[in-house]
């Protein structure tokens, strides 16, 4: 038979925030279901506690990234924002979509475990002071970034092919940074566990570190990697 050399329809504004929407949905319910299961069960280690949230992130890039590159997290839509690679007139829809995933999966467990919704919201260590968390929160955001920014650089890295490296970064920073802040670095997935579980005094911490975090690294960005790729373009948007 002939082979079809039609290219694949591009993906619209509305497919790219649904896979927004679904991706940080995931991200969020695994991430918050496992940490209440942390507190509450014992069955989860540390390790497993911080190996699913790379997971999971692995597994999301992997599906969206050809899609609406996978940003799942405000955080990284706002880095790409400010590196050039992603227009600004998609940043606050992304936005959205985002905190919707987010909140439809806090609800979903706030439905399942009511109060107990609070284990599983991000928050300083025990014994952490505030700013320290802050602070934390900072580095593994910029950290994340600059590995996205990285493996955006080289074609073969992009989108799919990224999604080991970004999964890694997020389940090493749960290691480094888990008992001092939580490793958030995603407003998204953090936030909304909070409010649904009344921990309002903490939210400052995970709305502006995270975001810090990411336009610091694409501020520094371009005395690494000098001016944005076509690749990091292409990463950023997706289809």
Known sequence: MPRNNKEAPQPTLNQKLAAELIGTFFVTLVATAVDIAY????H????SRWLARGFITAAMIYSF??????????AISLGFTVRGVFPVRKLVPYVIAQFAGGFLAAFLIWLWWRSTIALGASHPGPGQPAGLAFATEIVLTFLVMMVIF???????AVGRHAALAVG?????????????????????????????????????IYLFAPCLGA?????????IFGRPAESEAKAARGG
């Open 39 to 42: 507190y509450t069960t014992g």
């Open 44 to 47: 989860i280690d540390d390790v």
């Open 65 to 74: 990234s050809e899609c609406s590159g996978a940003h799942i997290d405000p």
């Open 150 to 156: 990285a493996t955006a650089e080289y074609e073969a």
């Open 168 to 204: 890694f970064t997020v389940a090493a920073c749960g290691f480094a940074g888990g008992s001092i802040s939580g490793a958030s670095m995603n407003p998204a997935r953090s936030i909304p566990p909070e409010m649904f579980g009344g921990s309002f005094s903490i939210v400052w």
């Open 215 to 223: 336009v610091l690294a694409a501020l520094v960005a371009p005395l």
